[in-house]
T-cell receptor, first 115, second 111 residues
Framework: GDSVTQMEGPVTLSEEACLTI???????????LFWYVQYPGEGLQLLLK?????DKGSNKGFEATYRKETTSFHLEKGSVQVSDSAVYFC??????????????FGTGTQLKVEL | EAGVVQSPRYKIIEKKQPVAFWCNPI?????LYWYRQNLGQGPELLIR????????DSQLPKDRFSAERLKGVDSTLKIQPAELGDSAVYLC?????????FGPGTRLTVL
């Protein structure tokens, strides 16, 4: 079946450090790939997405490139801030005819950024 | 534009009691989803609605869980009776096309 594997946390970084959170996937067909972020006490928010191979999603300084050859979608940011502390979820989506899609999530990676 | 609204935000009950969660999706979103998120895990789909029709409920434990989406707008997810293992965050999401928007969730604690 479809699955997403992401690196375990917590990941603890100093402010302005570089971030990489690894994500790989297994899927039948051609999924879309997503990164969601969950801040403490809040719901999931879409951070970025890519819908086909070699697409790069970006938002708020975060980037991820859809790599079909390595089935990966690693999340990167050049300089993290304390406000980036959250749990990050990698997910894949396969669409259904007629609307809707099914999101399959990884287990999440907690990021802690310290001053 | 208002986001997905869920209530209550927190619920504590004793095992064997019933509990219900309510979700109001974003206006105009035909597709509604219920997910369960266990501690330290990613969300897992329980049920997906297209308008008022449940089109994927394969992951819903039907012996104790039920859901409805009357009139294709609001939805209610019910557990009866609740078990200790049902403690989790229950998330509702809605979508118009392929981007899902999530509510804040209901954190259920079963004692």
């Amino acid at each position: 079946g479809d699955s997403v594997t992401q690196m375990e946390g917590p990941v603890t970084l100093s402010e302005e450090a570089c971030l990489t959170i690894n994500c790989t996937y297994t899927a039948t067909g051609y999924p879309s790939l997503f990164w969601y972020v969950q801040y403490p006490g809040e719901g999931l928010q879409l951070l970025l997405k890519a819908t086909k191979a070699d697409d790069k999603g970006s938002n708020k300084g975060f980037e991820a490139t859809y790599r079909k050859e390595t089935t990966s979608f690693h999340l990167e940011k050049g300089s993290v801030q304390v406000s980036d502390s959250a749990v990050y979820f990698c997910a894949l989506s396969l669409s259904f005819t007629g609307g809707g899609n099914k999101l399959t999530f990884g287990t999440g990676t907690q990021l802690k950024v310290e001053l | 534009e208002a986001g997905v609204v869920q209530s209550p935000r927190y619920k504590i009950i004793e095992k064997k009691q019933p509990v219900a969660f309510w979700c109001n999706p974003i206006s105009g979103h035909n597709t509604l989803y219920w997910y369960r998120q266990n501690l330290g895990q990613g969300p897992e789909l329980l049920i997906r609605y297209e308008n008022e029709e449940a089109v994927d409920d394969s992951q819903l434990p039907k012996d104790r869980f039920s859901a409805e989406r009357l009139k294709g707008v609001d939805s209610t997810l019910k557990i009866q009776p609740a078990e200790l293992g049902d403690s989790a965050v229950y998330l509702c999401a809605s979508s118009l096309e392929n981007e899902q928007f999530f509510g804040p969730g209901t954190r259920l604690t079963v004692l």
